[in-house]
């Protein structure tokens, strides 16, 4: 076996759970934007939703104080504006103007949905549990949106670093699950 000893700085990478994900919030006039890579999905009907969100960012303070976002799935053609959201802050930049990001009004919440993303989805926070221990949230998904045009949607997949993964091929093998 030629296997060697991996740094634990890196493991992230190995288990990037999902898409990168544009999180936006409202708070006192403000909205805000913010990439994501730490999410899980935790149940299936009614979709819940984990998350981490720093306690440094400007998002941890509008999710804890509203209870409300949107989690916007952007594809590959985004991945530039991902990045820059992801080197600025709120507290300093309006990311939506800055990056060319158009909002429009969410059904449920107060956040906005990102139009050029694929999908949108409109969460609440249900548990805050682990939010002092861990920044851990746990959203409830009320509303979902997808862009029906849009075929084969690629998405980014966070490794770490600043290197990303696109998703690309399917393969459709038998299952059990509806």
């Known amino acids: 076996m030629a296997k060697r000893t991996y ?4 493991v992230y990478g190995l ?10 919030t409202a708070h006192r006039e403000r909205i805000n934007v913010m990439p994501m890579s730490w999410h899980t999905m935790m149940e299936f009907e009614p979709p819940l939703v984990g998350c981490i969100v720093s306690i440094q960012d400007l998002t941890f303070t509008a999710l804890k104080k509203t209870r409300q976002c949107v989690l916007n799935i952007p594809t590959v053609e985004l991945a530039k504006q991902v ?6 802050s709120g ?3 309006d990311k939506f103007k800055a990056f060319g990001l158009t909002t429009a009004p969410a059904a449920m919440v107060e956040a906005p949905l990102i139009v050029e993303c694929y999908a949108n989805l409109e969460c609440r926070v249900i548990d805050t549990r682990l939010v002092n221990r861990y920044n ?3 959203l409830e ?6 862009d029906p045009t849009r075929k084969d949607p690629r998405t980014l997949h966070h490794e770490g670093r600043g ?9 459709k093998l038998p299952s059990k699950m509806k």
Request: net charge neutral; glycine share 8%.
């Open 7 to 10: 740094p634990l700085s890196k």
């Open 91 to 93: 507290r300093e930049t």
């Open 163 to 171: 290197i990303f993964m696109i998703a690309g091929e399917r393969i």
């Open 141 to 146: 998904v009320l509303k979902a949106w997808i």
């Open 83 to 88: 990045v820059e959201c992801g080197n600025s």
């Open 136 to 138: 851990f949230f746990v």
């Open 15 to 24: 288990l990037e759970p999902g898409p990168v994900l544009l999180l936006t």
